[in-house]
């Protein structure tokens, strides 16, 4: 079983930063899809970036240019940089995990409340 914890949430103005950190723990294999999600009030939950064991990333085009992903794999942990912020940002951030044969073995954070305001 695998367990992922998000951090980093928070209220901010448009314009400004925030980061947000996704642990992993449990049986993480090597070869892993990482991602983060989110969801707007009223409206279907969306992605917003993954990245790969290897260090490919991909980018919702709403967010490129803005957002960075990464991830430290020692440490189990994908980060998402979010800079530029816009009140259509706002939402539940959630880090989720692919593993697995054809990574169908898909794991979800609780998700993390990101807020901005105009």
């Known amino acids: 079983q695998v367990q992922l914890v998000e951090s980093g949430g928070g209220l901010v103005e448009a314009g400004g930063s925030l980061r947000l950190s996704c642990a992993a723990s449990g049986s993480i294999f090597s070869n892993n899809i990482k991602g983060w999600y989110r969801q707007a009030p009223g409206k279907q939950r969306e992605l917003v970036a993954t990245i790969t064991s290897g260090g490919d990333t991909m980018y919702a085009d709403s967010v490129k240019g803005r957002f960075t992903i990464s991830r430290d794999n020692a440490k189990n942990t994908v980060y998402l940089q979010m800079n530029g912020l816009k009140p259509e940002d706002t939402g539940v951030y959630s880090c989720?995990?692919?593993?697995?044969?054809?990574?169908?073995?898909?794991?979800w954070g609780q998700g993390t409340q990101v807020t901005v305001s105009s």
């Open positions: 989720n995990l692919r593993q697995g044969l054809f990574q169908s073995s898909i794991y």
